[in-house]
């Protein structure tokens, strides 16, 4: 019962894990907000094979060495991240029960730049013929999944791109599956929050920038994108809604990617990569001409 010598020692015990595990929440900084651990030993390899950036990385005293744990002790190694040594209880509670297999890889938060200061520096740039192409911008109006922002960043990088502006509120961030998904066009390609995107696409506006909505219902098909060879900012909705109203009233011309089927929608980070394209393609064949 309550009174047996084994409970008690155990409550003990389980009172001291706790004390020790918020001295040590102190100890490792706090708690953790807006970072992240990235855990397991595929998880930690891969995301260090994308450049993102890291803190440092927690190694389990007495790790098993497998060819994955020689390439991350060796990439970290090679990239100055430090690496601390603590013990598997630590590891575990540190992890709050995610499979670690010994190593968790701390990454600090992103730093956003402010969307209206980003957009305004590379406006001047293009003003002061610093730039072969007019600045080309991608804002996401309720993208939620961090996979998807990574798989536009890409994109952005790709096709030469200029930035992605995400808002503040409801929205996917930069988290590791966004990096990871980017392949590591995330160190290339800034991403910048802006507080209202409505009225960040109105100061672009006002700045001499088009604005093109991507939605199925669009009135103008994408090659008849006669807007590609201007400073463009191209407005890409949420893949259950599609824009929202009030940003699909914002923008100079809303267009919609012609596909085959009636049935068929295309994945958000899709049909911008699609769009991207077909910018790049306008902008080369115009300055070719």
Not at 91 to 120: C, M
Request: glycine share 8%; aromatic share 4%; proline share 4%.
């Amino acid at each position: 019962g309550l009174y047996h010598k084994a409970y008690k020692t155990k409550k003990a015990a389980a009172r001291n894990q706790q004390r020790g595990a918020q001295s040590r929440q102190q100890r490792l900084g706090g708690k953790r907000t807006s970072e992240e651990l990235v855990t397991g030993r595929n998880a930690v390899l891969e995301a260090l094979r994308t450049d993102i950036p890291a803190k440092h990385i927690y190694v389990m005293a007495n790790i098993e060495q497998d060819d994955r744990v020689k390439e991350i002790l060796a990439t970290v190694a090679h990239r100055d991240i430090p690496a601390l040594e603590i013990t598997r209880s630590e590891i575990d509670r540190l992890t709050e029960g995610a499979v670690h297999q010994g190593l968790a890889l701390q990454i600090p938060p992103y730093k956003y730049p402010d969307a209206g200061d980003l957009t305004s520096t590379i406006l001047e740039k293009w003003h002061a013929g610093e730039m072969a192409q007019p600045p080309l911008f991608v804002a996401l109006d309720g993208i939620t999944d961090p996979r998807n922002l990574g798989a536009i960043i890409r994109s952005v990088s790709a096709f030469s791109g200029h930035a992605v502006i995400v808002p503040e509120r409801r929205a996917a961030g930069v988290t590791a599956s966004a990096w990871k998904t980017s392949a590591g066009a995330v160190s290339r390609v800034p991403v910048a929050k802006a507080t209202n995107l409505n009225r960040t696409i109105g100061q672009l506006k006002d700045q001499g920038v088009f604005v093109v909505g991507l939605d199925g219902d669009g009135d103008v098909e994408l090659p008849d994108l006669e807007l590609a060879t201007e400073p463009l900012c191209v407005v890409v909705g949420s893949e259950g809604k599609g824009l929202s109203r009030l940003t699909a009233e914002k923008c100079d011309q809303v267009v919609s990617i012609p596909i085959d089927s009636a049935m068929e929608s295309l994945n958000a980070s899709l049909a911008a990569g699609i769009a991207l394209y077909e910018v790049s393609r306008l902008r080369r064949s115009v300055g070719g001409d």
